[in-house]
């Protein structure tokens, strides 16, 4: 190992960076490899691998290239451990962010067979800590920085409308999410819908580009007033998927719930 030399190409391909990388470390004297007389090339031993190691050590830790040469050539304790607890608490985030995400992967595939095998049908079930922004036009408007947050974190949200029939059939349109979500992000804008017992129904609205009509809306508040023998003062509905099938047909899958406490 101790005699071996690797060549830009191979350097290149082990460490999957560029030639103009190496080109750049050389620049600023952080790189400096043997030359071979016969043919101009460069050589890189043990001692350029070591250094391509740490290079790209400390960059991941977003150190720019100025900090990685003072790190590697004056040592400054300091400026690596404040780095590191800075990344620590990056990938800390990012950990619960992907945990997170991955528990809404698993939520969305749960309702997604549950549109596939119990379309139209009534059924119960416990939802969790919701939350949910209306949609704001103006920046004065008291939701309008949590529905940006919310754009700008897509993956975490579905559009969603509550009508609320005590209140002249009030409609809000919006976005919903899991609380934790809503919480993780910061949002602390919006209404909170308590976990409860509920009753559910997955449609599929074909052939329609616009969002649900309110109509759909009051056909399922009037089969659950009848079915639990009381009246309902909101119902939820939110989009679970859009799609068009091979006939070119839309297909628009939208969960409606009401809270039965």
């Not at 409308?161 to 919903?176: A, H, R």
Request: aromatic share 14%; proline share 3%; hydrophobic share 35%.
């Amino acid at each position: 190992m101790f005699n071996s030399y690797y060549s830009t190409k191979d350097i290149c391909q082990i460490f999957d960076i560029g030639r103009e990388a190496l080109r750049h470390y050389e620049r600023q004297g952080i790189l400096n490899p043997k030359v071979n007389p016969d043919n101009g090339y460069r050589q890189y031993d043990y001692w350029d691998i070591c250094m391509i190691i740490e290079i790209l050590r400390y960059r991941s830790y977003g150190l720019s290239i100025a900090e990685t040469k003072k790190t590697l050539f004056d040592l400054d304790f300091e400026k690596i451990i404040e780095s590191l607890e800075k990344h620590t608490e990056e990938y800390t985030k990012q950990l619960i962010q992907y945990e997170l995400l991955l528990k809404k992967a698993k939520s969305d595939l749960f309702y997604m067979r549950r549109a596939k095998d119990e379309l139209n049908k009534l059924l119960e079930n416990e939802t969790p800590d919701l939350f949910f922004i209306p949609f704001a036009t103006t920046p004065s408007n008291e939701y309008y920085e949590s529905m940006r947050t919310a754009f700008n974190n897509s993956r975490f949200f579905t559009t969603a409308m509550k009508i609320n029939y005590s209140n002249d059939n009030m409609v809000l349109e919006g976005q919903i999410t899991n609380k934790g979500y809503a919480d993780f992000l910061g949002i602390d804008k919006g209404i909170v819908i308590k976990s409860s017992p509920a009753v559910l129904k997955m449609i599929d609205i074909e052939g329609r580009r616009k969002p649900v009509e309110e109509a759909v809306v009051d056909n399922f508040r009037e089969e659950i007033s009848k079915k639990y023998s009381r009246s309902f003062d909101t119902i939820y509905i939110a989009l679970v998927t859009r799609f068009f099938d091979s006939d070119k047909m839309l297909h628009q899958y939208y969960l409606e719930f009401a809270l039965l406490s």
